[in-house]
């Protein structure tokens, strides 16, 4: 159906023709890739739980048919074999239980991460999550700290309704003493899940499930077993000139000048703030709903520190206010689509006209 | 003592062959009373009047019959005693160790050096001495809301409670925790949880890593056990089956502590729960259910020691309910309006700390005189702890964003223990961290 819609390289501007809607296909990034190789996000985070379980062994996954079924997004494929049933645990449906239950292990000694086939699921468990993990660091005055990664999808996938699709980022973005990560490409995925695993404090990492089957060029230095990317850290995926629009996880797909937020708490306000001051205009898109998203915090903190630089009203693009439909056309209105950005952007640069040079 | 889970190994058994056995105006499935109410007539300790015909054919044992046939048993020339002199010491100071607390707790509060939610132990000392002092220091505790007696029992410092709940900085949590989130890294307590139900996950995870920690990391002689304490309410939600059936499951070393005192601030047990008999709940899910009387302290102290050699094993999990009471109310701020004054009266002649004294003086085991230094002694350490507590600082302002993460840059640990983003040939370049 529609999957990620992939950016034109070599073209500049913000232009509508230069975001126009590229087909699916990969011929064109193929031919501009410089090291030549390729990894899927699933293989990339496939890897990234493999090395890591072999480097430490208190590093154990948990979760429902994360053992013999490899994974309900294949992304433990292999595991089980490799590191045996102690360690690849699969679950009965049980969240709030088996959340616990690594939270309890990581308060003893060991590093769990713990899979919720998707986040939707997490609800069921969001008591441990915020009550037992994010909290325990600080009621406990440093004495027992909580090295649990919980990760999962997140966010719409294609056609599966309301109680499937909701994204989360913000939810868990708002709990102090959570770490909540979104990563977008291959590199991404690998860097920010090494870095989670070996964090010392509990961290939500929030995948997507149809990144999952997207390639994406990777050097040497990704695929390296030390490789890590650090936690609070955004990353420019192309400087932009005229606007800053942050965004994460799928939806850094859809702009060409982007700013990747890879860390949504803690929020890398300095790189937002720095792009704003140069570009004077913000737009933050996401998937998930507005009232109180991740959009909002990011335009109210450039509000708080760049208020004298911008030049146009801060805009927030983010998913219809509605539970997700089904009907596959209403789906898509429910979401941002490249044009919606390419408005927003537009209007952001145009603002500043003065009324009499419209009348 | 393996007489006493003997009878209850099976777990094939279906809960309802066993209630045929019972009385019937206990058993909900027979009962004759059409619902069952806030009825102050109808008390769990019927059941023991029915010991004697629930014996080896049921899975599920009145253990503190089968401890009353075993003193029975013996020759009375030689008196079978449950303890030694030194062991009863213990469990007697421990005992009262968490009574005055708690009393001066209750104190505190109405003098306004406590505050927020407290919620005392009066009365169930004989649940939290007779199972925590079976432990080690690294098996783990983990409690409720009403859990400064747990972390008194399992060692941590009186002076460090009384702190943690006047708010100061020397507390067991530096003030950060409060009443209701004991925490302790030294001595292995795993909170303090306000939700109920809460702690029972945390609990079957800490024996899920010692299982871990046996199988894969092949540390072989880890035979650390969790103990996890809880009341009637939290046997009604849905963590705690969650849990049973996961530790059954795995055969996790975890024993689930049931205190069961009747009541959930005012709604009483009774009236909230389908099937009141706790213990059940374990053959359901395939571990051994046992009901203990936990207003003796020996004879939980039994069943503690079997659940703990059961678990150290590798037996696997083990439920027991100690039938209990709590002479204050919920909290401090509960009017405690709803229970009969005739029931509080009752559990007030079967307060185990008399019961112990009794016992030892009846058995020649010590001379009053000897508990009454004991009493003055921990007079002393609380009154000690309390001016600790008052004398202490209160936290500094900067201590307000400290301890939220272990590694607050979120740029990880070296090898070394110190954050990388400390070392001065760090850069925040975005590879290689």
């Not at chain 2, 401890?67 to 469990?91: A, D, F, R, Y």
Request: charged share 25%; net charge neutral; with cysteine.
């Amino acid at each position: 159906m529609w999957g990620i819609i992939r950016q034109k390289v070599g073209t500049g501007g913000i232009s509508a023709p230069s975001m126009e809607r590229i087909r699916p296909a990969v011929s064109a990034w193929r031919c501009y890739s410089s090291s030549g190789k390729e990894m899927t996000v699933r293989d990339a985070l496939n890897s990234a739980l493999d090395e890591e379980m072999s480097a430490d062994p208190k590093v154990y996954v948990m979760g429902e048919e994360v053992g013999e079924y490899q994974g309900a997004y294949k992304i433990t494929k292999g595991l089980l074999d490799k590191y045996g049933p102690e360690r690849v645990v699969d679950t009965p449906i049980t969240e709030a239980g088996f959340a616990g239950i690594g939270v309890g292990s990581a308060y003893y000694g060991l590093r769990p991460v713990i899979e919720f086939m998707t986040f939707n699921f997490s609800m069921q468990a969001i008591d441990h999550i915020i009550n037992s993990a994010a909290k325990s660091n600080y009621m406990s005055a440093g004495q027992i700290n909580v090295p649990i990664v919980f990760r999962g999808p997140n966010g719409a996938a294609a056609g599966v309704g309301a109680q499937h699709s909701q994204c989360f980022a913000a939810w868990y973005a708002s709990c102090p003493g959570l770490k909540v990560l979104a990563p977008y490409s291959s590199e991404d995925a690998r860097g920010l899940l090494k870095a989670a695993i070996r964090d010392p404090d509990p961290v939500v990492f929030l995948e997507n499930e149809l990144l999952y089957g997207e390639s994406f060029p990777v050097s040497a230095e990704v695929l390296d077993s030390s490789f890590c990317l650090p936690i609070g850290k955004a990353k420019i995926e192309r400087e932009g000139k005229d606007v800053t629009i942050t965004a994460f996880s799928k939806m850094v797909g859809y702009a060409l000048k982007v700013i990747n937020l890879r860390s949504i708490r803690p929020l890398d306000r300095a790189t937002i703030n720095a792009s704003v001051r140069k570009t004077n205009r913000l737009v933050t898109v996401e998937e998930g709903f507005a009232q109180h998203g991740v959009g909002a915090e990011i335009c109210t903190s450039v509000i708080e520190d760049s208020f004298g630089y911008l030049d146009a009203p801060v805009e927030r693009i983010s998913g219809a206010d509605v539970p997700t439909p089904y009907a596959a056309n209403l789906e898509r209105m429910a979401f941002p689509q490249i044009e919606d950005i390419v408005r927003a952007a537009q209007r952001a640069c145009f603002r500043s006209v003065p009324m009499a040079a419209a009348a | 003592m393996s007489s006493a889970f003997s009878a209850i190994n099976t777990v094939q058994r279906p809960p309802h062959a066993s209630v045929s056995q019972e009385n019937p105006s206990v058993s909900p499935l027979r009962s004759s009373l059409p619902f069952l109410g806030s009825n102050h007539k109808l008390r769990p300790n019927s059941l023991h009047k029915n010991g004697a015909s629930i014996r080896r054919q049921s899975s599920i044992v009145a253990v503190s019959d089968v401890v009353k046939e075993k003193k029975t048993k013996s020759s009375s020339s030689l008196p079978n005693l449950l303890i030694t002199k030194q062991e009863g010491l213990v469990l007697y100071e421990d005992m009262i160790l968490g009574r005055a607390f708690e009393d001066m707790c209750a104190q505190m509060y109405y003098r306004g050096k406590m505050f927020g939610f407290v919620h005392l132990y009066n009365g169930q000392e004989a649940v939290s001495t007779g199972f925590i002092k079976q432990l080690k220091k690294e098996d783990c505790v983990v409690s409720t809301y009403r859990d400064h007696v747990h972390a008194l029992s399992k060692g941590v410092p009186a002076r460090a409670v009384m702190s943690e709940l006047f708010g100061k900085t020397t507390g067991c949590c530096r003030g950060q925790g409060g009443s209701m989130h004991m925490f302790s890294g030294e001595h292995n307590v795993l909170g303090g949880f306000a939700f109920i139900g809460e702690g029972i996950p945390v609990a079957t995870g800490a024996a899920f890593t010692s299982k871990y920690k046996r199988e894969v990391l092949k540390e072989a002689d880890c035979d650390h056990v969790t103990m996890a304490f809880f009341g009637d309410g939290t046997a009604n939600n849905g963590q705690f089956f969650e849990c049973l059936n996961m530790a059954a499951l795995w055969k996790l070393p975890i024993i689930f502590v049931v205190e069961n005192n009747m009541w959930a601030i005012g709604m009483s047990h009774l009236r909230a729960t389908s099937d009141p008999q706790i213990y059940k709940k374990g053959p359901a899910f395939g571990m051994p259910g046992v009901h203990v009387d936990g207003m003796d302290v020996l004879k939980v102290r039994e069943v503690a020691q079997e659940a703990v050699a059961r678990a150290r094993r590798g037996d696997g999990p083990t439920l027991v309910e100690c039938e209990t009471y709590r002479f204050r109310g919920h909290s401090l701020a509960d009017p405690d309006e709803l229970r009969d004054p005739a029931e509080k009266a009752h559990y007030a002649t079967r307060d185990p700390i008399t019961a112990l004294k009794k016992y030892m003086i009846e058995n020649n085991l010590v001379e009053e005189a000897e508990l009454k230094a004991i009493e003055k002694k921990i007079d002393e350490v609380v009154e000690e702890a309390v001016e600790f507590a008052e004398a202490s600082p209160v936290p500094v302002r900067s201590q307000l964003l400290e301890n939220v993460f272990a590694d607050p840059k979120g740029f990880g640990i070296a090898p070394d223990g110190r954050y990388r983003c400390e070392d001065p040939k760090f850069t925040e370049g975005t590879a290689h961290v």
